[in-house]
Nanobody, 128 residues
Framework: QLQAFGGGLVEAGGSLRLSCAAS????????ITWFRQAPGKEREGVSC????????YYADSLKGRFTISSDNAKHTVYLEMNSLRSEDTAVYYC???????????????????????WGQGTLVTVSS
């Protein structure tokens, strides 16, 4: 299972680090992805890391502000979020799926691909 935590209330321009802790499986061959869902909007892919080959991807609009990383010893994936804006306010989820490396780039943003594990979500609120 996955557990996402680290959300909270932050002022615009501030930073937060989210954590996604895994238990019951190992990261090898999995893609771990952060999604977010704002009120009234669809769930969107934020960033992912493929443990098959170490590749990371980001939503184009978030490049340069968000960074995904991992600590394999702690079975945890992190999302460092900087220069936060009010439009970053959302519930952030992490998900895990075994996606063949050749398909990660084309599928990682689709939440329907992730059928194995979802975290419970953590709320990030950015005040302007």
């Amino acid at each position: 299972q996955l557990q996402a935590f680290g959300g909270g209330l932050v002022e615009a321009g501030g930073s937060l680090r989210l954590s996604c802790a895994a238990s019951g499986f190992i990261f090898d061959h999995y893609t771990i992805t952060w999604f977010r869902q704002a009120p009234g909007k669809e769930r969107e892919g934020v960033s992912c890391i493929s443990f098959s080959d170490g590749t990371t991807y980001y939503a184009d609009s978030l490049k340069g502000r968000f960074t995904i990383s991992s600590d394999n010893a702690k079975h945890t994936v992190y999302l460092e979020m900087n220069s936060l804006r009010s439009e970053d306010t959302a519930v952030y989820y992490c998900a895990a799926e075994r996606i063949p490396p050749t398909f990660v780039q084309s599928t990682w943003t689709n939440p329907r691909v992730y059928t194995n594990f979802w975290g419970q979500g953590t709320l990030v609120t950015v005040s302007s």
